[in-house]
């Protein structure tokens, strides 16, 4: 049973930093997608940041430049640096992880940590 569990949210001072991890279990790690959603009160889901395999990354533009999502094969873990923060960072941040078995997609969740940015 593929498993995900999200730790390092908050409460932060707008202009403060966190870094949220994320340990994978249940699966191997390094072959798959891995990436960062987040979701405000009210808001959809949206994407954050994504990592290949391969560590190449993409971000979603209000983010590009002040987080950074990384991951650690060896220990099965995914981060998101996340500097700057501002209000509208505010929200539930949940790792996502894409992989395929037998030809068939599979998307897994965290449970979420939350992150407020407030002052």
């Known amino acids: 049973q593929v498993q995900l569990v999200e730790s390092g949210g908050g409460l932060v001072q707008p202009g403060g930093s966190l870094r949220l991890s994320c340990v994978a279990s249940?699966?191997?790690?390094?072959?798959?997608?891995m990436a960062w959603y987040r979701q405000a009160p009210g808001n959809q889901r949206e994407l954050v940041a994504r990592i290949t395999p391969g560590g190449m990354t993409n971000y979603t533009d209000s983010v590009k430049g002040r987080f950074t999502i990384s991951r650690d094969n060896d220990h099965k873990t995914l981060y998101l640096q996340m500097n700057s923060l501002t209000p509208e960072d505010t929200a539930i941040y949940y790792c996502?992880?894409?992989?395929?078995?037998?030809?068939?997609?599979?998307?897994?969740w965290g449970q979420g940590t939350q992150v407020t940015v407030s002052s």
């Open positions: 996502k992880l894409d992989l395929t078995n037998w030809g068939l997609p599979y998307h897994y």
């Open positions: 249940g699966t191997t790690f390094g072959p798959n997608h």
